[in-house]
């Protein structure tokens, strides 16, 4: 026979053993399967990490007081006139702001509610690039004067004046300050943006004649190229450290995105070859059902494969013919696999509102993979179909 016509017997075999064969291939279909989702999922989730990530901008980077050894963390506030001398002498920065937090009660004429107010400079937005609604952000002329505005978010927009509402140049008090809202951002923007929550951006003179006890224990900046992220934000870290005789002390501590997208680059890899190592059991399950299912048979066709010897056939056809027929076994689970795996994927990324890709490297490795999973499972029923002796194969009942 040739080889279409052993494709043909071996499909035939299949098929007349539908039940037997469905059971047989169900490790290797839920092996494949879940291989492929893994790495979808994966691959899709690093992604979207990495969007979210980059998006915030991969030259940005984070100084800001640690645990300090002597605990005084009012030793180690840094003052604004620093954070100037800092972004006008360091080599390498593109912006650097002082930032201040606070949660104060924020009311309208209409409604209530706390939030988080950040206070910073006009130069945050070169850093973050703030996507605004309405109005503008904060200006240097904010700054300088200590103007009463302030940039909300939309969900602040919406609590305190409904949604549709007019907020933009409307006055709101915050804790029983009045303050003007000069501009409206979307939501989900900024370092500190997760989930849709109220958060708004004050000059910081004036935030800190707002807050006095709340004090800079941040700068955010960022550098003029990705490549020299490190190098700057070093430099910020030993300024500090000279100026507030913190060396040695950790005092202070560097975040910076670079480094953020290399440690999510690399834990997605680690949870992803773990649970594609948890899936391959599964294959190789499927392997040890196919191998089972060859063997019985072998003992069922025994008197065939003595006919067919006594014809002619060669110990290396009967070989092959049963090869074929457990690597036609193990490809059909992989292309069920890959298919219940692909359109598993697009749901669960499409729930989950992340990214989808299909890999075509990723398909045709579930394909080789289901191949060799045939060919070595398959070998030993092979093996031991082609080393029968016909005349005992023929006189088997």
């Given at each position: 026979?040739?080889?279409?016509?052993?494709?043909?017997?071996?499909?035939?075999?299949?098929?007349?053993?539908?039940?037997?064969?469905?059971?047989t291939v169900l490790g290797i279909i839920i092996g494949v399967?879940?291989?492929?989702?893994?790495?979808?999922?994966?691959?899709?989730?690093?992604?979207?990490?990495?969007?979210?990530?980059?998006?915030?901008?991969?030259?940005?980077?984070?100084?800001?007081?640690?645990?300090?050894?002597?605990?005084?963390?009012?030793?180690?506030?840094?003052?604004?006139?620093?954070?100037?001398?800092?972004?006008?002498?360091?080599?390498?920065?593109?912006?650097?702001?002082?930032?201040?937090?606070?949660?104060?009660?924020?009311?309208?004429?209409?409604?209530?509610?706390?939030?988080?107010?950040?206070?910073?400079?006009?130069?945050?937005?070169?850093?973050?690039?703030?996507?605004?609604?309405?109005?503008?952000?904060?200006?240097?002329?904010?700054?300088?004067?200590?103007?009463?505005?302030?940039?909300?978010?939309?969900?602040?927009?919406?609590?305190?004046?409904?949604?549709?509402?007019?907020?933009?140049?409307?006055?709101?008090?915050?804790?029983?300050?009045?303050?003007?809202?000069?501009?409206?951002f979307k939501n989900g923007s900024g370092m500190l943006e997760?989930?849709?929550?109220?958060?708004?951006?004050?000059?910081?003179?004036?935030?800190?004649?707002?807050?006095?006890?709340?004090?800079?224990?941040?700068?955010?900046?960022?550098?003029?190229?990705?490549?020299?992220?490190?190098?700057?934000?070093?430099?910020?870290?030993?300024?500090?450290?000279?100026?507030?005789?913190?060396?040695?002390?950790?005092?202070?501590?560097?975040?910076?995105?670079?480094?953020?997208?290399?440690?999510?680059?690399?834990?997605?890899?680690?949870?992803?070859?773990?649970?594609?190592?948890?899936?391959?059991?599964?294959?190789?399950?499927?392997?040890?059902?196919v191998m089972n299912i060859m063997l019985v048979s072998v003992?069922?066709?025994?008197?065939?494969?003595?006919?067919?010897?006594?014809?002619?056939?060669?110990?290396?056809?009967?070989?092959?013919?049963?090869?074929?027929?457990?690597?036609?076994?193990?490809?059909?689970?992989?292309?069920?696999?890959?298919?219940?795996?692909?359109?598993?994927?697009?749901?669960?990324?499409?729930?989950?509102?992340?990214?989808?890709?299909?890999?075509?490297?990723?398909?045709?490795?579930?394909?080789?993979?289901?191949?060799?999973?045939?060919?070595?499972?398959?070998?030993?029923?092979?093996?031991?179909?082609?080393?029968?002796?016909?005349?005992?194969?023929?006189?088997?009942?």
């Open positions: 026979m040739n080889w279409l016509e052993m494709i043909l017997v071996a499909l035939d075999g299949i098929w007349v053993n539908k039940l037997r064969s469905s059971l399967a879940s291989v492929i989702l893994v790495l979808t999922l994966g691959r899709g989730g690093q992604s979207k990490i990495m969007n979210e990530l980059e998006s915030m901008g991969s030259n940005v980077f984070v100084v800001y007081v640690n645990q300090p050894e002597d605990g005084d963390y009012n030793k180690y506030k840094i003052t604004s006139e620093e954070c100037k001398i800092m972004r006008e002498s360091i080599e390498g920065i593109k912006a650097l702001t002082p930032m201040a937090y606070a949660s104060p009660q924020v009311q309208s004429r209409r409604k209530k509610e706390n939030c988080m107010i950040i206070g910073t400079e006009s130069c945050y937005n070169q850093i973050t690039n703030i996507p605004m609604v309405k109005g503008r952000f904060i200006n240097q002329n904010d700054d300088a004067a200590a103007r009463k505005v302030i940039v909300i978010n939309q969900k602040m927009s919406d609590d305190l004046f409904g949604v549709g509402g007019d907020a933009l140049g409307q006055v709101i008090t915050v804790d029983q300050t009045p303050v003007m809202i000069c501009g409206i997760g989930a849709p929550r109220a958060m708004a951006y004050m000059p910081i003179n004036t935030f800190l004649s707002m807050f006095p006890y709340s004090g800079v224990y941040e700068l955010d900046g960022s550098a003029e190229t990705k490549e020299q992220v490190e190098k700057v934000a070093q430099r910020v870290l030993k300024s500090l450290e000279i100026r507030h005789d913190a060396v040695g002390k950790k005092a202070y501590m560097v975040f910076n995105m670079e480094q953020e997208l290399q440690s999510a680059n690399n834990v997605m890899s680690i949870i992803t070859m773990i649970i594609s190592a948890i899936a391959g059991i599964s294959l190789l399950v499927g392997g040890i059902g003992t069922e066709r025994t008197r065939e494969i003595g006919i067919r010897m006594a014809i002619g056939a060669k110990r290396t056809d009967i070989m092959i013919q049963f090869l074929i027929e457990a690597v036609v076994l193990s490809l059909l689970g992989g292309v069920i696999g890959v298919m219940l795996g692909l359109g598993g994927g697009a749901i669960v990324c499409l729930l989950a509102k992340i990214p989808f890709t299909v890999s075509i490297g990723i398909v045709l490795l579930a394909f080789i993979f289901s191949s060799v999973v045939g060919i070595f499972f398959g070998m030993y029923p092979a093996n031991r179909a082609a080393k029968l002796d016909p005349i005992e194969a023929l006189r088997y009942e």
